[in-house]
Each structure stands twice: as structure tokens, then as C-alpha cells.
């Protein structure tokens, strides 16, 4: 397809061209084809590394109520938990000891972290472990928040833009949270001099070809400098319980685009392509993924953060899924590496 053409050569396309391409996602000559060209471009920036994130899932109390998230705050059946600063600190204790050296603190938008708390936890694990990269994902701020979290020594920062397609966004949401507001913190984020992750779910509700080509021309639009991308999966008690999931194989499809589109990204194989497929991961490794986001959290606490019915790694301790994933990227030609994996510019 001379659209796949134009891609690898340009790193760009039109909205129309992206939506014809994602079309033909089910094409596996043009699949291959794509994904052939992502690794190539990720092998010539990264080599064969996969860099690892920690990942410590600090609070699933959330004041939102985004339709498609098992932790939203409507949810009567979600058991409610937090995290201390202590019990965060062990988190990294374990993590470090097991070589990563990046943490990403990801939880509900709960009030009890006020900037203070919050500034208080990142400026505590930055000084016990300067060498590595604190990564914040907690959803919406004002600029002033997101100013006092850097200053205390964030490196980078995960909020997907969920949907680029205003009226999509409101069939997923609560009116009082929009798309606006969402693209104000990104941009709030950029300027502050964040490593930004922009991102959406492949498959949610009412999701066209449309939607996912404006998702992609915002990605091409924004740069990032991370990409989260991952199937939607329903959550048994959310109104979204008998929705199809996401396909996998269209993820995939859309990882290596984005790979081809923005080469020097940071794009994880998520959790959820690995629940949704037992080698998701390793298959999104052969489609341009280079980041992996083991779970880090208290075992007694993983699966209360439950944003998606059967999410995989809930069990495991932090060890065991560390050895895991080493063997799953090495089954597949890469290597989990020991380093702090900044982007690339
Ligand atoms: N509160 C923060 C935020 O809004 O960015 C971070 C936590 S939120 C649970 C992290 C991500 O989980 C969301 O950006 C969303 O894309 C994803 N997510 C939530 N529910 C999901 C579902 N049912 N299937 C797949 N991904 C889901
Ligand atoms: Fe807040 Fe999902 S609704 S984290």
C-alpha cells in the first residue's frame, strides 16, 4: 500500500490517510510490513534494550467517574486503599534492588495527595535514589501543581489523552471532565519541561477509525515523548461491562505506526495487551514497543487497583515478575536493561 510507503518515508500522513491505513489493519502483508520497519527504527536508536518501569500503584481512591475504569469513584464494590510514604519508599527499596531506576507513581485522582504530600513523597525517593527517574501519573493539576511537583524533582509524566475526538470524549466521560482540560495539563506539562506521555486505549466504546486517526495526528501534532497505548478491556461494574475489548491485533498494528511515525518514542507494551493475549508483550517488542512497566505495588494491594476485569501480574511478587519479563524479552531477541532509559532526543 503506497500509504505505508508515504509513512516510512515522511513519518507523517494526512487524517484520511491514517484512517484509510487503519482500515486495512486486518492486511497482515502490510501488518508485517510495518512492524519490520518499527523494530528497524528501534533497534537503529535503542539496540536491543527494553527499559523497565517500576510501577507503584499508590491510590485507587479517584473523585473521577470515567466510564470505563474500574476504580471510578461511582464504583461501590472497589475496596478502597492508599499507600503511606513509607510504604511507597519500600516499593523503590525492592525496585532498586532489582535494578530499575525507573519509579512511576500512577493512582486515582485522590485529594489526600495535596501538592505537598505528593511533592514530599517524589523529593524523599529523589534523595534516597538520585540516580534514578521518578515518573508521575495522577491525572489533571493545575499548572501550579505540576510547577511544585517538578521542582521537587519529577522527571516525567503519564496522561493519556484518552480520545482525541471531543464528542468521543464525552461518550466516555462525566461532563465536567474535558478534552480541554486534558490537552491544557499536556501542554502545562511540556512547557514545564516534563518527559510527556500522551496516549489513548485502542477499542473503547464507540471508537471509529476516525477517532483513532485524530488520536494519531494529535500524537504526530504534540510529539511526545512517551506513547501509552493499550487495549480497552470492560470492567465487570462499570456501564461499559458487556463492551467487546480492543483487538490485539489492531494495537499492534497501531504501535508499529507510531513507532514508524515518532521513532525516537518511548512506547510500552502495556499490561493490558499482555492480559488480553498470554505473549502481548513480546509481540508488541516485534511491533516497535521498548519499555516494559512491571508491577511494583504491595501484592496485597494489586488487585484492588483493578481498572479492567482479569488484568494479569496481580499475583507474582515484585521478583518473580521481574524474571518473568526478562524471559519473555530475551524469548524474542531483546534485553531488559539497568538504566534510567531517557528518551532519546
Ligand atoms: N488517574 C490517572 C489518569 O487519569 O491519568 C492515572 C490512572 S488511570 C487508571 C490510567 C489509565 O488507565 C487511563 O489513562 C486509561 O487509559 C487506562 N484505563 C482505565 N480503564 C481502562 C480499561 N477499562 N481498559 C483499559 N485501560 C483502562
Ligand atoms: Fe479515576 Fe479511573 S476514574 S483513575
Given at each position: 500500500m503506497d500509504i505505508a510507503d508515504k509513512l516510512i518515508r515522511e513519518h507523517r500522513l494526512t487524517k484520511e490517510e491514517y484512517a484509510e491505513l487503519i482500515r486495512a489493519y486486518e492486511d497482515e502483508n502490510l501488518a508485517k510490513r510495518l512492524a519490520d520497519e518499527a523494530v528497524r527504527l528501534r533497534r537503529e536508536i535503542y539496540g536491543d534494550a527494553v527499559y523497565v518501569r517500576g510501577l507503584i500503584?499508590?491510590?485507587?481512591?479517584?473523585?473521577?467517574?470515567?466510564?470505563?475504569?474500574?476504580?471510578?469513584?461511582?464504583?461501590?464494590n472497589a475496596e478502597r486503599y492508599r499507600l503511606t510514604k513509607e510504604e511507597i519508599l519500600d516499593c523503590c527499596v525492592q525496585g532498586y534492588h532489582l535494578g530499575y531506576r525507573t519509579f512511576v507513581l500512577q493512582g486515582g485522582e485522590?485529594?489526600?495527595?495535596?501538592d505537598e504530600r505528593l511533592a514530599d513523597i517524589v523529593s524523599a525517593i529523589k534523595s534516597k535514589y538520585p540516580d534514578c527517574a521518578v515518573t508521575l501519573s495522577v491525572g489533571e493539576r493545575s499548572f501550579e501543581s505540576y510547577r511544585l511537583l517538578k521542582s521537587a524533582g519529577a522527571d516525567r509524566y503519564l496522561l493519556r489523552?484518552?480520545?482525541?475526538n471531543v464528542q468521543h470524549y464525552q461518550r466516555l466521560h462525566p461532563?465536567?471532565?474535558?478534552l480541554e482540560n486534558r490537552m491544557r495539563c499536556l501542554r502545562d506539562l511540556k512547557q514545564l519541561g516534563y518527559q510527556v506521555g500522551a496516549g489513548f486505549m485502542v477499542g473503547?466504546?464507540?471508537?471509529t477509525a476516525e477517532c483513532l486517526a485524530d488520536d494519531l495526528l494529535l500524537l504526530q501534532e504534540f510529539q511526545p515523548e512517551m506513547a501509552g497505548i493499550g487495549p480497552f478491556i470492560p470492567h465487570?461494574?462499570?456501564?461499559?461491562?458487556?463492551e467487546p475489548a480492543g483487538s490485539v491485533e489492531l494495537t499492534l498494528f497501531l504501535l508499529s505506526i507510531i513507532r514508524i511515525m515518532l521513532p525516537h518514542v518511548l512506547l510500552p507494551a502495556t499490561t493490558a495487551l499482555g492480559t488480553l493475549n498470554p505473549v502481548g508483550r513480546e509481540r508488541g517488542m516485534l511491533c516497535g514497543a521498548n519499555v516494559v512497566m512491571p508491577n511494583l505495588s504491595p501484592v496485597e494491594n494489586r488487585k484492588k487497583y483493578?481498572?479492567?476485569?482479569?488484568?494479569?501480574?496481580?499475583?507474582?511478587e515484585a521478583a518473580e515478575c521481574r524474571g518473568c519479563l526478562a524471559n519473555r524479552m530475551k524469548s524474542v531477541g531483546f534485553r531488559l536493561v539497568t538504566d534510567r532509559g531517557d528518551y532519546c532526543p
Open positions: 500503584e499508590f491510590t485507587n481512591i479517584c473523585k473521577n467517574d470515567c466510564l470505563y475504569c474500574g476504580i471510578r469513584k461511582s464504583n461501590p485522590d485529594g489526600y495527595y495535596t489523552h484518552e480520545t482525541a461532563p465536567e471532565l474535558t473503547s466504546p464507540y471508537q465487570h461494574d462499570t456501564e461499559f461491562a458487556n483493578e481498572l479492567y476485569d482479569n488484568k494479569i501480574c496481580t499475583g507474582e
